[in-house]
């Protein structure tokens, strides 16, 4: 696990509330399941439950049961015995062997096969596992905290997850909310991984961010979360040319690219430069993807909006050279000096 992450940085009151509760179920002996998207800190929150635990001395092992192809996953969690299958040369401790006495976090739960899970639920109920080609159950002393992104009743209403096997791992469910509903976590999250890539790049001093930026951040919906946030941020920081000056461009798709042949941009708006190929990305503020659209009263103000945010986009991309800015919108000098001045961006 990487440590640099393990610990939580956030102010939101509903990220607040899930650590706490992740913290009052820490000292208990029971089996806990994690619930949240990708990139929300599922794995940190195990950790958490595993260090503020009477376990905290012992391992703790992880497992992404989604990592294995199903014929494999059996015998990593529970362990297989010389020649109890092809290429099983010589026995093997399964996982839970490995946590004895500590914390086994069951990653991507969801994924386990039913064969998978109907070994594991007498893992969980009596204690005991069994490698493969042993007829010799084992006592293991192991606490299961388990994470997934599915919901897992609806699994088990399709036939796809064991009830039994749910009710015992559900003693706590821990949900973690999204980044796009944490309030002001997003500013925090962004100075905290803006300031340590800065520190790594030798810099003097961290600049921040500036107003467009700031607000390009603030407006993005974050599917990856927290995970993609420092991807983001770290980005921008290295790709800065100015270390003096506020971090003003952001690129959320790292594989946006005017040469990305047949394959529609997935940026609102796109205008490529001259031979040296600068590349300027706007992010509107309206979108044409109905379940994102943004209630628009006064078409003339939107238009005026989003055209500005195109101008400080591309300023910012150039260094605030307006001669290359008018060359990457495509712009006679004059044209470009003009707008400027109508959106009072001359300054």
């Known amino acids: 696990m990487d440590r640099d992450n393990v610990q939580f940085i956030g ?6 509330d899930a650590v706490e509760r992740a913290s009052r179920a820490a000292p208990l002996n029971r089996p806990i399941l994690v619930v949240g998207e990708r990139g929300t800190g599922k794995e940190l929150i195990a950790e958490r439950l595993h260090r503020l635990s009477a376990r905290w001395d012992g391992p703790l092992v992880t497992i992404n049961c989604a990592a294995l192809p199903e014929t494999l996953i059996e015998a990593e969690l529970f362990g297989h015995e010389a ?17 004895d006495g500590g914390t086994l976090f069951l990653d991507e ?3 386990l096969s039913m064969g998978a899970q109907e070994r594991l639920l007498r893992a969980v109920e009596y204690g005991e596992v069994t490698r493969i080609g042993s007829s010799r159950p084992m006592r293991v ?10 919901h897992l009743p609806h699994m088990v209403d399709k036939g796809r997850f064991r009830a039994d096997l749910l009710d015992r791992l559900c003693f706590e469910v821990i949900t973690l909310p999204p980044l796009r509903v944490r309030e002001g976590d997003i500013e925090v999250l962004s100075e905290y991984y803006g300031r340590k890539m800065a520190a790594e790049l030798g810099w003097e ?24 946030l420092r991807n983001v941020v770290e980005r921008a920081v290295y790709r800065w040319a100015d270390p003096t000056q506020p971090v003003d461009y952001i690129q959320f798709d790292p594989f946006d690219s005017p ?33 994102q659209a943004v209630d628009v009263t006064d078409f003339r103000e939107a238009t005026e909006k989003f055209e500005k945010s195109v101008l400080e986009q591309a300023l910012a991309k150039c260094r605030y050279n307006q001669r290359q ?21 001359l300054g």
């Not at 020649?83 to 946590?99: C, H, I, L, Q, W």
């Not at 500036?210 to 919906?221: C, D, K, Q, S």
């Not at 008018?326 to 009072?344: E, F, G, M, V, W």
């Open 325 to 345: 800015t008018a060359k990457a919108l495509n712009l006679s000098y004059d044209q470009l000096r003009h707008t400027l001045k109508k959106h009072d961006l």
């Open 205 to 228: 001093g961290w600049p921040g961010f500036g107003e467009v930026a700031t607000r390009a951040l603030e407006n993005h919906i974050w599917p990856g979360n927290v995970r993609e």
């Open 141 to 150: 002393d192991v606490r299961i905290v388990a994470a997934t992104n599915e």
């Open 11 to 16: 102010q939101s009151t509903a990220f607040l």
């Open 259 to 291: 040469w990305r042949g047949g394959v529609a941009a997935s940026a609102p708006a796109q205008v490529h430069a001259d031979s040296q190929h600068q590349h300027v990305v706007a992010e509107a503020q309206y979108t044409t993807d109905p379940s």
């Open 83 to 99: 020649g109890a299958f092809t290429g099983a040369t010589r026995a093997r401790e399964g996982r839970f062997e490995e946590a």
């Open 109 to 111: 739960l969801g994924t």
